[in-house]
Antibody, heavy 116, light 108 residues
Framework: QVQLQESGPGLVKPSETLSLTCAVSGGSISSNYWSWIRQPPGKRLEWIGNIYNSGSTNYNPSLKSRVTISIDTSKNQFSLKVNSVTAADTAVYYC??????????WGQGTLVTVSS | EIVLTQSPGTLSLSPGERATLSCRASQSVSSNYLAWYQRKPGQAPRLLIYGASSRVTGIPDRFSGSGSGTDFTLTISRLEPEDFAVYYCQQYGSSPLTFGGGTKVEIK
């Protein structure tokens, strides 16, 4: 059964870049879509975007100008970068495997706080 | 984008009771691509239902989904102690994917 684990800094300064990695085990990243989703405190879940193993990406228009999702098939992992972060980017960030566009297996999530 | 509204926000029930959760979309969900997830504190969200009514392999049959178009329902026929959690609906028929605000099912 596929397992996903998010990793990265838990604290990022305003205006800097948030960087997270999702390690995939128990399955190959060379198939399926792979997604990032977040949940700010007290707010609903927000889909950030996804990537296919070919490198083709789809992003939420609300974040598209600041977000990059990439994939490294040699390491069986994919990554998220969010530029120019503000306090509004404070959230629990989840990575997920998607069947088609449906996120069907999720990581446990990692809290990222934006603060000086 | 499609806005999903879940109701009620909190459902207080006893084990053995029936839970009915609602998810209403601001516009028709393409191909009824509506999913339900369960989330417990400190755990990864778990996919329960996809395509509005298809149960994921391994999910107990006390969980069922129904509905089409803009109105969808998740029913838990008899609540077990492990079912007390937060439930989210999500549409994946059009981009951007969107989620409902969640329904917390708590022990009465």
């Amino acid at each position: 059964q596929v397992q996903l684990q998010e990793s990265g800094p838990g604290l990022v300064k305003p205006s800097e870049t948030l960087s997270l990695t999702c390690a995939v085990s128990g399955g190959s990243i060379s198939s399926n879509y792979w997604s990032w989703i977040r949940q700010p405190p007290g707010k609903r879940l927000e889909w950030i975007g996804n990537i296919y193993n070919s490198g083709s990406t789809n992003y939420n228009p609300s974040l598209k100008s600041r977000v990059t999702i990439s994939i490294d098939t040699s390491k069986n992992q994919f990554s998220l970068k969010v530029n120019s972060v503000t306090a509004a980017d404070t959230a629990v960030y989840y990575c997920a495997r998607s069947s088609g566009w449906l996120p069907d297996s999720w990581g446990q999530g990692t809290l990222v706080t934006v603060s000086s | 984008e499609i806005v999903l509204t879940q109701s009620p926000g909190t459902l207080s029930l006893s084990p053995g009771e029936r839970a009915t959760l609602s998810c209403r979309a601001s516009q028709s969900v393409s191909s009824n691509y509506l999913a339900w997830y369960q989330r417990k504190p400190g755990q990864a969200p778990r996919l329960l239902i996809y395509g509005a009514s298809s149960r994921v392999t391994g999910i107990p049959d006390r969980f069922s989904g129904s509905g089409s178009g803009t109105d969808f329902t998740l029913t838990i026929s008899r609540l077990e102690p492990e079912d007390f959690a937060v439930y989210y609906c999500q549409q994946y028929g059009s981009s951007p994917l969107t989620f409902g605000g969640g329904t917390k099912v708590e022990i009465k």
